[in-house]
């Protein structure tokens, strides 16, 4: 495969995997697969966790009442069928009536009752809880039906009942307490349990023979083909290729742009590229109520007073496309009416500039306005920074200094000064990625009334934020869609937010591992379900 | 009692300042999550409610009573954590301190005193390890011994086999450096009137080196000794990760940048027991190298 050919679509790369591993032979029991990965889980328990490189290993073990799919529509799962009332505040779900936790409790309506009580309770502090505002409580109807009853409207609950994060554990799990470090304590219903877990090495996880309950969106039935999966946690690029080409793993993921087509090109390895931005795009979050962000025209300037498409490939070399909003090109909900709308026009930055009153020039060539420079700071959390986003930032930063005499200053940050910015509201850029489920919940998350950016910030947008929770509460998916369109045609045009690249993740394998994927609410690898070792 | 003042120093020394830092614990435990009262019960469930001394107090009766506490991040206990990661990290420290001091005797034997030449690409070649940065010198080592000839695994806690290169890693740059101290003192050493002496009464070289000037010269090097653990210390959280290997160095590093204060106060103690340890043991090495010491 050639470099220019990895822009294909990322969906397009998926499904084709997954046809290949069809096409070439029929998948085969037993194996055991060493799995190379990023970033160790600080907590195993889904409830806990908000890390995205953790829920792809949870996965392994906790399922969820209904499964999404890649065009943005569900499947049954630990839930055979639902359905929502008229008033849309109650959601009923049909459950299978044989699935068991690994701890030998019956999975039951009572069961998720546990579950989504303990998430919604305050004294657990649990962080899934931002996916239950709307929940009130649920009903046990039968011993296999259950109803979630919400105490307002919220259009991305079905989603979130797919969600990992509010995943099913057995309720003797739960009352124990202190899930956080994995191993047998941690029951789900999972087509793997959890074996084993070295801290700072690697965590076991061991076919569930029992398992006969797979996802609407999987491709086969029954227990999991491999008797084995371990994660090893490698954290340096060069270490998981070397593991990886060395044959002391069979399968990595993060790989470095630079390698990928060293994989893809080589015989006996293969390259998968994940969906591009299924959720979001990697974006400038801009505070445009703090000076002198707070004029439109330094916003607009600060958007398009540079060329990101070349920027996106040096750093890339091509591997991912740039971005047009701040919703991925593969994700449903994406506004494809943003391409080409905006970027790359420094003459108009400079007209704009001068326009907003930054017309005199300090000795290092930056604009000034009554003696201050024209400076706007990007707290970059450190602990956040990966793929190379902090050099792509960098490139923006001399683009911008060079063509309009902008000041973008990077600074890399602590986690707790991001905190600090964020509750006092003294951010300026924010640089991120998130991963919601539902759009109308990401852009919530990013420019909604009290979610902007999860800060106190007085007066925001009052027509983004009035589409925003308008689209959180209608249950009519074409109002949804016209809503989320419009949203994210006003974050980019009053430039509160300037999209930059749709990141992919990136699959390195030996060849005879079949079955790789990608999973679509999560926006990262699947459960190694599918996965299967070709015999050689 | 010395220890006792010392433990107490650096966990409250440590206390102030991870409140010092910027941010509040609710906050960076909370992350990028926004519920109403979430961060309320966060700090109720972790007691950051209370005012500083309330928590200082508290904790020092805890630790008075043994109990560690619970990492906030992890919601683990912090004993189980730091207890499960001590071990591979000593191993990996103890390994590589043995191995630097060995091969720095070697090579100072070898070349103290030597011929302008070999002194010289000794002394370079030293340089350059005691300047080369732990993380690359791993990287490199695994590129030629792992990705390339496949004589060892390149991660994990498991058998002898995965603690040579971490090892090496880490003794390199530290043997650079204590070779340098060590020659420099021999030399000094090979220069004083008794090894004259010894040397008319038709002792072998290997031997004046090795049973005489070797002693004195020891002296400086043993000084270095608390560096030497702080470095291997040190070293070892960049080698953990690189290598993929269990120990302190990962989970105390996350623990300082999500102001886990349970995880790091407990790291602290431990750092502290060690160094109080430790210099009681060159205090005892000093006396055995050098008898004059006894007298005092």
């Known amino acids: 495969m050639k470099k220019n050919n990895l822009l294909m679509s990322g969906v397009a790369i998926a499904l084709l995997a997954t046809n290949a591993a069809g096409a070439e032979d029929k998948p085969v029991s037993g194996g055991a697969l060493r799995w190379g990965v990023t970033t160790e889980p600080a907590c195993f328990d889904p409830h806990y966790s908000s890390q995205q490189a953790a829920f792809f290993v949870s996965r392994n073990y906790i399922d969820s009442l209904i499964a999404k799919k890649a065009d943005g529509t569900f499947a049954p799962w630990l839930a055979t069928e639902w359905s929502i009332s008229a008033d849309g505040k109650e959601y009923t779900y049909r459950l299978r009536e044989d699935v068991v936790f690994h701890d030998g409790e019956k999975f039951d309506a009572a069961a998720v009752k546990a579950n989504y009580d303990f998430v919604k309770k305050p004294e657990n502090a649990v962080t899934a809880v931002s996916l239950l505002q709307a929940y009130d409580h649920a009903e046990v109807v039968s011993s296999f039906v259950v109803k979630l009853v919400l105490s307002t409207l919220d259009s991305s609950f079905l989603e979130s009942t797919s969600n990992v994060k509010l995943g099913l554990i057995s309720p003797k799990s739960l009352a124990k307490g202190d899930l956080c470090g994995g191993g047998r304590a941690l029951a789900g219903t999972g087509p793997f349990v959890f074996e084993s877990y070295t801290r700072g090495q690697s965590a076991v996880f061991a076919r569930n023979a029992a398992y006969n309950w797979a996802p609407g969106n999987a491709a086969h039935g029954g227990p999991a083909y491999l008797d084995r999966v371990t994660f090893r946690f490698l954290p340096e690029y060069a270490v998981r290729t070397g593991a990886l080409t060395s044959g002391q793993v069979d399968l990595i993921e993060g790989v470095q742009p630079t390698d990928a087509p060293l994989f893809a090109e080589q015989p006996g390895f293969k390259l998968l590229t994940g969906p591009s931005g299924a959720s979001t795009s990697f974006t400038f979050n801009i505070n445009y109520t703090r000076p002198p962000a707070d004029d439109v025209r330094v916003r607009r300037a600060l958007r398009d007073g540079f060329d990101l498409e070349p920027i996106v490939k040096q750093v890339y070399l091509g591997t991912v496309p740039r971005a047009w909003s701040i919703i991925g090109p593969a994700n449903p909900a994406y506004n494809k009416a943003l391409v080409g709308s905006w970027g790359n026009d420094v003459a108009g930055a400079n007209k704009l500039l001068d326009e907003a009153g930054w017309t005199s020039r300090d000795s290092e060539g930056f604009r000034t306005k009554d003696g201050k420079r024209l400076s706007i700071e990007v707290g970059y959390p450190q602990p956040y920074v990966r793929d ?70 007085p007066n925001p947008d009052q027509e983004i934020t009035g589409q925003i929770d308008e689209s959180l509460r209608t249950t009519d998916p074409v109002r949804k869609r016209q809503l989320t369109d419009a949203i994210q045609k006003r974050g980019v045009d009053q430039a509160f937010i300037v999209p930059l690249f749709a990141p992919s993740w990136f699959l390195a394998a030996k060849s005879n591992v079949n079955g790789l994927g990608f999973e679509a609410g999560l926006d990262s690898p699947s459960s190694a379900y599918d996965f299967w070792i070709a015999k050689k | 009692m010395t220890s006792l003042v010392v433990a107490w120093a650096s966990v409250t020394a440590t206390f102030l300042a991870l409140h010092a830092l910027p941010g509040r614990i609710q906050d960076i435990l909370a992350g990028d999550v926004e519920y109403p009262g979430l961060r309320e019960a966060i700090a109720a469930e972790w007691g950051l409610d209370q005012s500083l001394p309330v928590q200082y107090f508290a904790f020092l009766s805890r630790i008075l009573r043994g109990d560690f506490g619970t990492s906030y991040v992890l919601r683990q206990p912090v004993i189980e954590v730091v207890g499960s990661q001590l071990l591979p990290t000593i191993e990996l420290a103890l390994t590589a301190g043995v191995l630097a001091i060995m091969i720095a005797g070697l090579v100072a034997l070898l070349t103290a005193g030597r011929g302008r030449f070999s002194r010289e690409l000794a002394s370079f070649v030293e340089l350059v390890f005691a300047s080369t940065p732990v993380f690359w010198l791993g990287i490199l080592l695994l590129m030629a011994f792992s990705f390339n000839l496949r004589w060892f695994p390149v991660s994990g806690a498991e058998g002898w086999e995965s603690l040579v290169l971490p090892a090496i890693t880490l003794a390199l740059p530290t043997a650079g450096l204590l070779t340098q101290v060590l020659r420099e003192a021999m030399e000094k050493t090979l220069d004083q009137p008794f090894v004259t002496t010894v040397r008319s009464r038709g002792v072998g070289e290997f031997v004046i080196r090795w049973r005489h000037v070797l002693r004195h010269a020891l002296l400086p090097a043993v000084t270095l000794g608390g560096w030497l653990i702080g470095g291997l210390l040190g070293g070892a959280v960049i080698t953990e990760k690189v290598f993929g290997r269990p120990g302190l160095g990962t989970v105390t590093l996350g623990a300082v940048l999500t102001h886990d204060v349970p995880v790091v106060l407990t790291v602290v103690l431990l750092a502290a027991f060690i160094h109080v340890a430790a210099s009681t043991l060159l205090d005892i090495l000093y006396v055995l190298i050098d008898p004059r010491l006894r007298a005092q």
């Open chain 1, 388 to 457: 190379n986003r902090d050099i792509l930032i960098q490139g923006i930063q001399a683009a911008l200094r060079k063509n309009v005499g902008l000041d973008l200053n990077l600074r890399l940050i602590t986690a707790g000064e991001y905190a600090k910015n964020n509750a006092n509201g003294t951010w300026a850029i924010y640089p991120n990625t998130d991963n919601p489920s539902d759009p109308a919940r990401e852009l919530w998350d990013m420019l909604g009334s009290k979610g902007f950016l999860y800060s106190n910030i």
